[in-house]
């Protein structure tokens, strides 16, 4: 099932991350091979605009590689496996003014759960 969506109140100025469920697995380091679920939804109106929860296999990524958008590369770090974290994402360290679909409007602040699957 997919985590409920959250909409933050106030201005959205800077990356914040709340740790929902603690993991006690490997610990999230700058290149390290991550594999993750996540749901992202719009900060603005907690629309979701995509997410691979309903999904059999995770998303996987190189940390800190530049692969993913930099509130993913700062906000993950740190993050054991098991764990579910959630990121309030400014849109300096989203995408900014180029947007990579429709669902998105440009210059838009995101919010992502992320649960740590495994670390390679």
């Known amino acids: 099932t ?3 969506a959250y909409t933050p109140t106030g201005a959205i100025t800077q990356l914040q991350t709340t740790d ?9 380091a700058s290149g390290g ?3 993750v679920k996540y749901v992202g939804s719009l900060a603005a ?3 979701i605009f995509d997410e691979n929860y309903t999904k059999t296999t995770g998303f996987m990524f190189k940390l800190g590689a530049g692969q993913v ?4 590369d700062q906000g993950l770090v740190g993050m054991k496996v098991g764990g579910t974290r959630r990121l309030v994402i400014p849109a300096a360290l989203a995408y ?3 947007s ?4 998105i409007p440009v210059n838009s602040n995101l919010v992502f759960v992320v649960h740590l ?3 390679q």
């Open 96 to 98: 900014g003014s180029q």
């Open 69 to 72: 958008i930099s509130g993913w």
């Open 33 to 35: 091979c991550l594999t």
């Open 20 to 28: 929902l469920v603690s993991g006690s697995g490997k610990t999230a």
């Open 100 to 103: 990579p679909s429709s669902a």
């Open 2 to 4: 997919l985590p409920q």
């Open 117 to 119: 699957v495994a670390i």
């Open 45 to 47: 109106t907690g629309l």
